[in-house]
């Protein structure tokens, strides 16, 4: 691996933005060594549905109010301090629990090029595209959907 002898600094209003229907999201860096953006969700709003990344450590970090985990098979909540690590290969979904909003910081290792996932994902949930359209980019952003239509729920034991 080469090591890089410059430094990344995003100033606040630098960050790629994207509006979501119930929330915003802010692209601080996208590919290379980490991914990283912040995401704020509305009341009880999903942030994604269920996926798992071949490549990729995603890593939660949550700023401010309660988030909703679904972890495999297992459904956490998890609070302002928190942190949440999820392994490649780790089907998962996340969004803010019933009652409370989100603020989250996320990071993708390795990073992925993703910004236009996340810009369709806004287009998606202001219906101006079908949530079909994801389907054939799912290598491309690293994003494999999984058919789980009640993640909130954790199985039966």
């Not at 890089?4 to 802010?26: H, I, K, M, N, Y």
């Not at 390795?110 to 996340?118: D, K, L, S, T, W």
């Amino acid at each position: 691996m080469e090591a890089t002898s410059r430094a990344l600094v995003v100033q606040p209003g630098e960050a790629g933005t994207a509006s979501l229907t119930d929330g915003a999201f802010e692209l601080l860096t996208d590919g290379g060594a980490v991914s990283a953006s912040r995401l704020t969700l509305a009341t009880g709003a999903d942030g994604a549905p269920p996926h798992r990344h071949k490549l990729s450590h995603e890593v939660f970090y949550m700023l401010d109010g309660t988030m909703v985990f679904r972890l495999g098979d297992t459904v956490t909540s998890v609070g302002k301090g928190g942190l949440v690590i999820i392994p490649p290969n780790l089907t998962h979904a996340f969004g803010a629990a019933e009652g409370s909003t989100a603020d989250v910081v996320v990071l993708l290792s390795p990073g992925v090029e993703r910004f236009a996932y996340f810009e369709q994902l806004g287009a998606i949930s202001r219906g101006e595209l079908e949530f079909a359209s994801l389907i054939p980019v799912q290598d491309r952003f690293d994003v494999h959907l999984m058919n789980l239509p009640d993640w909130r729920t954790a199985p039966p034991a």
